[in-house]
């Protein structure tokens, strides 16, 4: 058995001499969801694609469930992918479309009725099982790939932009199908350029730009290398406080706005130094019209790293 189910070692890549990999290594344990956060064009998708088996590295190496990505028939054995563009037969029912995937990986008549059965309610499709693929929303089509993706019990699930082009509902349907993958011992391994999904989904992250990955970890971790948070005060009535603020353990930075109405603090624990704040208000008798504490994210941390805000790669 192994430990990681993907590992991936100085991977290079080039198309018509432009690098769109430089280096990449990483790894991914098995039972974790983990992110290849980066904006468009930063090499996730090739990558991905060197994963399941649909390239080659120009050098490095790479393995899946304990497979090197060079023996393909053992990793598609082993794997789930859905792609970013869709791949869904129209002319065909959405059990139809399963159906096929099911008797590629030689599954019986009997097990190919069960795990369809079972795919199509985990996804919220089985009422639609009849119904033609063309008549399927956006939203519907997602669920059912992923539903074919994962109906033959892969070890690993690859995702390309699962939730790209989806509305705000439809992508959280998706992250709590992409939950409930995991509690069932799926690895899941997935791109993405939306910071909010990484956040919310993944166990683990890493951070990709132009082909080279900037930084790995937990979001936690990346986030806390930053180590401020940023506190908003806002004041009925003008008063001088910053002097008294500054003496506080965990104050790096106290400003206040020119009508002495507005304060903000840059700490290194936020979460503690609100009630010491307070406290310092109450003994000066000032009344609080608003606080509140932004901490950093992984937009932050991107632009830490990179120097460029997400959205202006």
Known sequence: ?????????????????????????????????????????????????????????DSGYAEVAGFSVENKMKVRERIGVVFQEPALDTRLTARENLEFHAMLYGMGKAERREKINRALELVGLKDKADQLVEKFSGGMKRKLEMARAFVHDPEVLFLDEPTLGLDVQTRRKVWHYIRMLKDR?????????YIEEAENLCDRVAIIDRGKI????????????????TIYIELF??????????????????????????????????????????????????????????????????MKLTGRRFDET
């Open 1 to 57: 058995m192994y430990e990681n189910a993907v590992v991936v070692k100085g991977v290079k890549k080039y198309y018509d001499g432009v690098r769109a990999l430089d280096g990449v290594s990483l790894r991914v344990k098995k039972g974790q969801i983990f992110a290849l956060l980066g904006p468009n064009g930063a090499g996730k998708t090739t990558l991905t694609n060197i994963l399941t088996t649909l390239d080659r590295p």
């Open 185 to 193: 011992g799926i690895t899941i391994f997935m791109t993405t350029h």
């Open 214 to 229: 900037v930084k790995a970890g937990s979001v936690d971790e990346l986030k806390k290398e930053l180590g401020e948070d």
């Open 237 to 302: 009535e003008p008063c001088k406080l910053v002097s008294m603020l500054e003496k506080l353990e965990g104050a790096l930075d106290v400003t206040s706005g020119e009508d002495g109405r507005a304060i903000q603090i840059t700490a290194n624990r936020g979460d503690e130094l609100i009630p010491e704040i307070f406290s310092v208000l109450n003994r000066a008798d000032v009344k609080v019209k608003a606080v509140s504490m932004k901490r950093p994210g992984l937009e932050d941390v991107f």
